[in-house]
């Protein structure tokens, strides 16, 4: 069996998911924007691994667990929706105060500090817990071979980092 056509159309649908424009775009573009362009590559550098790691948990069986408990899947949508909610209320509540710039102009923000902002946004983003496990259980038949999935972790990686 080819699995290229499988994995060609994982990596239109994602193309096109990413490019949506959503909490995590928002994110990375406002960090890169605001600060330096490294900046928006550790929020990018968080988004990617969060995405790991939604990767990983769907292929593990999550969509299992939230189908069977579906309490679960609103209380991590719900603990997502709550960070959503603070990091809006927050940017609200900051936009008279001055930023603290450099002596470049610049936004002055730790590399940890912007990736823990992309995956912490990428974590609690409520289209990433619904899209991976109907992605994966569309697409990747249920006797993958393990260069499959592994292949189709990676191409949802690179286009997400890209």
């Known amino acids: ?3 290229l056509p499988i994995l060609l159309s ?4 994602w193309a096109i998911v990413v490019m949506s424009p ?3 775009f928002v994110a990375t573009v406002q960090h890169a924007i605001r600060g330096k362009s490294r900046d928006g590559v550790f929020v ?3 988004i990617a691994t969060g995405t790991i790691i939604w990767c990983a948990s769907s292929l593990l069986g ?3 667990l939230f189908g069977t408990f579906g309490w679960l899947c609103h209380l991590v949508r719900l603990a997502g929706a709550i960070y959503l909610i603070y990091l809006g209320i927050k ?3 900051q936009a008279h105060k001055p930023l603290l710039t450099g002596q470049d102009g610049r936004v002055n923000i730790s590399r940890s500090k912007a990736f823990q902002v992309g995956f912490l946004t990428d974590i609690g983003s409520p289209k990433e817990d619904g899209c991976f496990g109907s992605l994966f259980a569309t697409l990747l038949p249920p006797s ?3 260069w499959l999935l592994v292949g189709a972790v990676a191409v949802v990686l690179s286009i997400e980092f890209i």
């Open 44 to 46: 990018a550098s968080g």
């Open 10 to 13: 994982l990596a239109g649908i």
């Open 91 to 93: 940017t609200v509540s």
């Open 22 to 24: 959503g909490s995590c």
């Open 1 to 3: 069996m080819s699995y």
């Open 144 to 146: 993958a071979p393990l």
């Open 62 to 64: 999550l969509v299992v």
